[in-house]
T-cell receptor
Framework: AQSVSQHNHHVILSEAASLELGCNYS??????LFWYVQYPGQHLQLLLK??????LVKGIKGFEAEFIKSKFSFNLRKPSVQWSDTAEYFC???????????FGGGTRVLVKP | NAGVTQTPKFRILKIGQSMTLQCTQD?????MYWYRQDPGMGLKLIYY???????DKGEVPNGYNVSRSTTEDFPLRLELAAPSQTSVYFC???????????FGSGTRLTVV
């Protein structure tokens, strides 16, 4: 089964700073990759997903992620964060067996106004 | 509104008590899942179901049971609550592909 590693557990930024969150998955082959966001007190929402094609994927709210197959990575980026980006971010890999997602441990991002 | 509905939102249990977390979806999704979320651990899959009458264990099934008698409902049962089951529980459903992964709003459970 896949495993997913997110390198940073906590990130603190000031508004307008750039954000990059790391994500690595455990083995290759065909992968479907996701980033989810969980705002305080809310459930998970999909930010973006990669299935195939252009390895640079654009999502909602100005987020993007780059799939690098050789590094088994799918890092999330945002050029300029806002206070409203304060949330927990989860990387996930889709496993066809059972049609299920395997999640990383999450990264809590705090954006200071 | 269409989606995944979880009840209750909050619950405090005493050690050894039992309870059922309810999950209902109205999107006619075949696949349903129960995850638990613990700080720094992400979401761990407890049980999942690929259709009515079919369930299977995920990563952390011990201490839990599920049933899937209808397409809509996927309740999670805790028989003998333990402090280690203090967590936030999320139910989710999806269609055959991962496009339609929809989460419920969660149940925050505390076992004391």
């Amino acid at each position: 089964a896949q495993s997913v590693s997110q390198h940073n557990h906590h990130v603190i930024l000031s508004e307008a700073a750039s954000l990059e969150l790391g994500c690595n998955y455990s083995y290759g082959g065909t992968v479907n990759l996701f980033w989810y966001v969980q705002y305080p007190g809310q459930h998970l929402q999909l930010l973006l997903k990669y299935f195939s094609g252009d390895p640079l994927v654009k999502g909602i709210k100005g987020f993007e992620a780059e799939f690098i197959k050789s590094k088994f990575s799918f890092n999330l980026r945002k050029p300029s964060v806002q206070w409203s980006d304060t949330a927990e971010y989860f990387c996930a890999v889709y496993e066809a067996a059972g049609n299920k997602l395997t999640f990383g441990g999450g990264t809590r991002v705090l954006v200071k106004p | 509104n269409a989606g995944v509905t979880q009840t209750p939102k909050f619950r405090i249990l005493k050690i050894g008590q039992s309870m059922t977390l309810q999950c209902t979806q109205d999107m006619n999704h075949n696949y349903m899942y129960w995850y638990r979320q613990d700080p720094g651990m992400g979401l761990k899959l407890i049980y999942y179901s690929v259709g009515a009458g079919i369930t299977d264990k995920g990563e952390v099934p011990n201490g839990y049971n599920v049933s899937r008698s209808t397409t809509e409902d996927f309740p999670l049962r805790l028989e003998l609550a333990a402090p280690s089951q203090t967590s936030v529980y999320f139910c989710a459903s999806s269609s055959l592909t991962p496009y339609g992964y929809t989460f419920g709003s969660g149940t925050r459970l505390t076992v004391v």
